[in-house]
């Protein structure tokens, strides 16, 4: 049985556990945290050990280094091992230029949720996901052996190198973080404003209610690159608010562009009433009419119970979608103007 020491029992190491445990792997882990190891090994993911270096880590054997950016690199610094050592931070080179080990390869999967913890962990967090393999300094056998284990956990090995790595994820990940806390933090200054907060102003800030220690750490590491984004953003949008032209041609663009991030969907709101059953009626008419699921989101009322259920599928099956609800005696609505 091939073994894994997950070093780190968030939401991404436990998640990996899980994954590979269901491919016949024995899973241990380790986290500075007593909570994050416990809550890993209340789900069953890993067996705990007591550190880091109580177990003896062979030519087999896979050390997952699952922490923050400054985590990884400090125990990179020091780290030598016969293990095929990965680490999954969301920033690579400065991670790379402090490798000791002989056997490592940098990786990033580009998955996760707004949620933290081992609580939050599932199996198939990483499937139909893009995983960044950095082939910088390592052996072209073990880049190969991380993509099968990559591939093998449902997601699609890309291989990018760490400073090309880097400079996307400031503008895809890191950018967005700051822009959400910035638009909330805009917003907060004009009474009444967060009252009439909707479902586009909700999408866009989703990623604020990220721990903000861990973003903290990650934005720090990548400075260099981050600050190059914030910079293009603000010379980019102070030339949108100069000239009507480009901001149209903007918009156009990005409509495009965002269309082809994936397939074509549709949305269908149901108002939902404060009254048991009424989430097990909506999975119900899913099961009926068929339609894939792409997204869902439930805004409460702010006075008084229930709430709008924003579901996403896939362009054509709405119609569908719309008459095995009502069939559930569940109302679709229509969006307001508002609501975006």
Avoid at 70 to 95: F, G, M, Q
Avoid at 106 to 126: N, S
Wanted: proline share 5%; hydrophobic share 50%; glycine share 10%.
């Amino acid at each position: 049985m091939p073994r894994a020491l997950i070093s780190g029992t968030g939401l991404i190491g436990t998640s990996i556990a899980l994954g590979l445990q269901d491919l016949g792997w024995d899973t241990l882990g380790w986290d500075p945290n007593p909570e994050a190891l416990d809550g890993a090994a209340r789900t069953g993911a890993v067996s705990p050990i007591g550190s880091l270096d109580s177990v003896s880590l062979g030519a087999d054997d896979l050390l997952v280094l699952a922490a923050p950016p400054s985590a990884v690199r400090s125990t990179l610094s020091e780290l030598e091992t016969e293990a095929l050592v990965i680490d999954v931070a969301s920033v690579k080179a400065p991670i790379i230029e402090v490798v000791r080990t002989e056997r490592f390869v940098g990786t990033h999967p580009m998955a996760g949720r707004e949620v933290t913890g081992p609580d939050a962990a599932r199996p198939g967090l990483f499937r139909g996901a893009t995983w960044v393999v950095v082939p910088d300094g390592a052996d072209e056998s073990d880049i190969r052996a991380v993509e099968s284990i990559v591939t093998a956990l449902g997601a699609r090995p890309i291989r990018m190198g760490a400073a090309e790595h880097d400079a996307a994820v400031a503008r895809i990940s890191h950018l967005p973080q700051i822009v959400a806390a910035a638009l909330l933090d805009g917003a907060s200054e004009i009474s009444g404003a967060m009252d009439l907060a909707a479902g586009s102003f909700r999408d866009l800030t989703r990623v604020a209610a990220s721990d903000p220690a861990i973003w903290m750490d990650i934005l720090t590491v990548n400075r260099r690159d981050v600050v190059k984004a914030v910079e293009a953003l603000r010379d980019r949008l102070a030339a949108l608010a100069a000239s009507d032209a480009d901001l149209e041609a903007t918009l156009v663009q990005a409509r495009h562009m965002r269309a082809a991030l994936g397939p074509e969907l549709a949305v269908v709101r149901v108002a939902l009433e404060d009254r048991p059953g009424e989430m097990a009626s909506v999975g119900h008419a899913l099961a009926e009419c068929g339609a894939d699921l792409r997204d869902l989101q439930l805004r409460h009322a702010p006075y008084g119970g229930g709430g709008i259920l924003t579901l996403s599928v896939r362009s054509g099956e709405e119609r569908a979608l719309r008459a095995a609800l009502a069939a559930e005696g569940l109302s679709a609505v229509v969006p307001s103007v508002e609501e975006g």
